[in-house]
């Protein structure tokens, strides 16, 4: 089941606070969220018919799975420790187990291998476990070798295995000791969500005859699942050999870097990991080898690598950050909430040190705007996209991001100008990704989508919920630029309160509407009349006069060109 939300958690939110528990609820219920969407595609793989999903890509799936769960079973010592250890060959009681069947074992039973002290619901996705009534849909994969498997898919192996190596994130808890192992770290990494969500939609297809684009987008999408259980194979030590498939020429092997082929298209790639490199062979063209670095990245002297990169660490307990400009999954979705945002930036040296000057001040720059956005940076943020920036953006400190919903933990942002930029874009974006959490698991309000509410930083009318978002976001803000104006000696404190007055300005514009809306439920109105709290709390310190007629004349404007437009065509809202 579910958390509950307490009210003292569900208060610290509306201030766009929170403390570390209930980051950490948050956290949890969205790493849960991501396994159960694991589970959803083998489930929905299972079902399909074989004119979406063939038997040799259902067998291929369920091959990677068994080398998932066959990591996920390692101790944290082992999959973390500086020890070498043996690769396990999958046993004859994994190869038994069939797709949807349930086990009676308790949950201390769960996932033989794994740390006893793992709850049951901690586990992944098909392991057998005891399951609370409606904690999860029926019928997942369990994990086996599978013995029709088609040519290329992986041979477990009993030799040897690497130097343990892992995946760095920050875990559940906050705390930087790291995930479990290494598969939940690649599991629960960001970009993992939009692969998923592309693979039911095209599981979820109609049966029949697929067209050809959407074949060989489902196609591409399971052949990534081969690769994300390579790269934890990989990080957990376990020795072995597979066959991939690069996609228009590119393998991305998650979180250690990609292989650009000789030949262009989809290509086989055939894989061997073997005491901490593997070895990545190609038609007509030199294998490559690959070393697996500690965290993030691997290195190869051969040009036809790249390795994926990292920023350090936000603080110095925190583990590096992905800069990832590589992952196939990491552009946004097609449509009107994204604008012109959709184009990833593959990075070059230069501006990679550009995104590394901005990030070196981005923990001052934060904490100068009160620790708990240091705190909540440090717990909620998994790795950074970079954007091309639109051409509307200007110059100076302007910028884009942007967060997605089925990739928590992960924002995309253009190169920043400074830290102070990529300060407020942190501020800005994890509140999204909060108030998207949080919206998970309480329901706030049951407004419609109808677009009729005016937001002062938006031309086009808002839907009650994009609204709430945008106001949430923006009280943080005024909160943020706020007590950075209130540090003394701080050479921007004029900026800031500028900054400040126009955040407030547009929060008061925007708080009737919320507030007023017969939509709300008994917990939406406490959430809202405390985000109201928040932002009269801010009188206290107010802004210098001249700033704040100008943040209401700007107000003032924007509402009036927004009425012009379009209040002839919609019924009264906030005016």
């Not at 939406?524 to 700033?547: I, K, S, Y």
Request: proline share 9%.
């Amino acid at each position: 089941m579910f958390p509950v939300v307490p009210e003292r958690a569900l208060l610290e939110l509306a201030r766009t606070e929170g403390g570390p528990d209930t980051l950490a609820l948050l956290v949890r219920d969205q790493d849960t969220r991501r396994l159960l969407l694991l589970r959803a595609v083998l489930d929905a793989a299972e079902a399909a018919e074989r004119s979406v999903c063939t038997a040799a890509e259902k067998a291929r799936l369920r091959e990677d799975w068994a080398l998932l769960t066959e990591a996920d079973r390692l101790p944290a010592a082992d999959a973390w420790g500086p020890e070498r250890r043996h690769g396990r060959a999958t046993t004859r009681r994994d190869r038994d187990a069939l797709p949807g069947t349930r086990s009676t074992r308790t949950a201390a039973d769960a996932l033989p291998g794994a740390p006893r002290d793992r709850a049951a619901g901690d586990a992944l996705p098909g392991a057998p476990r005891d399951r609370a009534a409606g904690d999860a849909p029926p019928g997942v994969p369990r994990d086996r070798a599978t013995e029709d498997a088609p040519p290329g898919a992986r041979r477990p192996r009993a030799d040897v295995g690497a130097p343990t190596r892992g995946v760095s994130g920050a875990s559940p808890s906050g705390a930087h000791a790291g995930f479990a192992n290494p598969a939940r770290a690649r599991l629960f990494h960001p970009l993992t969500g939009p692969w998923a969500r592309s693979c039911l939609r095209g599981l979820d297809a109609a049966p029949g005859p697929a067209d050809g684009e959407r074949a060989r987008r489902l196609r591409r999408d399971l052949a990534h699942f081969s690769a994300i259980a390579a790269v934890v194979a990989a990080g957990s030590g376990i020795p072995f050999s597979t066959r991939l498939t690069a996609r228009a020429g590119v393998l991305a092997l998650p979180s250690l870097g990609a292989l650009h082929t000789a030949r262009s298209g989809d290509v086989p790639v055939d894989v061997t990991c073997t005491e901490g490199r593997l070895v990545l062979r190609q038609a007509d063209a030199p294998y490559v080898t690959v070393h697996l670095e500690s965290g993030v990245g691997a290195w190869s002297g051969a040009l036809a690598w790249t390795p994926a990169h990292a920023l350090p660490g936000l603080t110095p307990t925190a583990p590096p950050l992905p800069l990832d400009d590589l992952d196939p999954y990491r552009e946004l979705p097609d449509g009107p909430g994204h604008g012109n945002l959709r184009t990833p930036l593959a990075l070059d040296d230069a501006e990679r040190k550009r995104w590394l000057q901005a990030w070196s001040g981005t923990a001052l720059a934060l904490r100068s705007g009160g620790a708990q956005r240091l705190a909540e940076a440090d717990v909620l943020l998994r790795c950074l996209v970079p954007l091309e920036t639109p051409p509307d953006v200007g110059t100076g400190r302007g910028s884009c991001s942007a967060t997605r919903r089925e990739a928590f933990g992960a924002l995309l942002s253009s190169t920043p100008a400074d830290a102070v930029t990529l300060a407020a874009t942190l501020v800005h974006e994890l509140q999204h990704a909060k108030l998207a959490a949080l919206s998970d698991l309480v329901t706030l309000h049951r407004a419609g989508p109808a677009a009729r509410y005016f937001a002062p930083w938006r031309a086009d009318p808002r839907p009650y919920d994009g609204l709430l978002q945008g106001t949430y976001s923006h009280l943080a803000m005024a909160a943020f630029h706020q007590r950075r104006a209130l540090v003394s000696g701080l050479p921007d404190r004029d900026w800031a309160w500028a900054q400040h007055a126009r955040y407030r300005a547009q929060v008061g514009a925007a708080l009737p509407a919320l507030v007023g809306s017969p939509d709300l439920t008994v917990r939406g109105r406490r959430f809202v009349d405390e985000m109201a709290a928040a932002h009269e709390r801010m009188a206290e310190h107010p802004a210098p006069r001249g700033h704040v007629a100008r943040a209401q004349a700007y107000v003032a404007s924007a509402r009036a060109l927004w009425a012009q437009r379009h209040a002839s065509t919609l019924p009264p809202s906030n005016g």
